[in-house]
């Protein structure tokens, strides 16, 4: 990975619930979701899990959804990677995402992209976002 001034995520670690992340945990999360897009169709869905009452953070679920009918839950690896926090406050895996005034599922998969596509020509776009 190029960079780790992303979203928090420091030089060597980064904590996720009060635990702390190495840089090969990270590396090995990122490799294993790279993979796992790549063969399930380069889309990540989005599950909207909760709304705090002044509408300026949600909790969000990336799934994957693949080839055989199973569905994986990528929220951790998608905070280790991408810096998001992680949360299961309300019941569920999700990540916390802040701020309002346009889609922050497609926001987050955008910045997920970026991260397993730096090296390439607007690797931001190059995974898909549907919501469920």
């Known amino acids: 990975m190029k960079s780790w001034n992303i979203k928090g995520v420091s030089k060597n ?9 190495t840089k090969e945990e990270i590396e090995k999360q990122r490799e294993q979701l790279k993979t796992l897009v790549e063969q399930n169709g380069m889309r990540i869905h989005t599950i909207l899990r909760h709304v705090s009452t002044s509408g300026m953070q949600r909790e969000i679920s990336p799934i994957v959804i693949c080839k055989d009918g199973s569905i994986r839950h990528i929220a951790y690896a998608v ?10 406050k309300h019941g569920h895996g999700a990540n916390v995402v802040k701020g309002c005034g346009m889609d922050m599922g497609f926001a987050l998969v955008y910045d997920v992209s970026g991260v397993l596509y730096p090296d390439e020509k607007r690797g931001s776009y190059k995974i898909s976002q549907e919501w469920i």
Do not use: F, P
């Open 13 to 21: 670690m980064v904590k996720i619930m009060g635990n702390t992340i």
């Open 79 to 88: 905070a280790c990677i991408a810096g998001y926090a992680y949360t299961e």
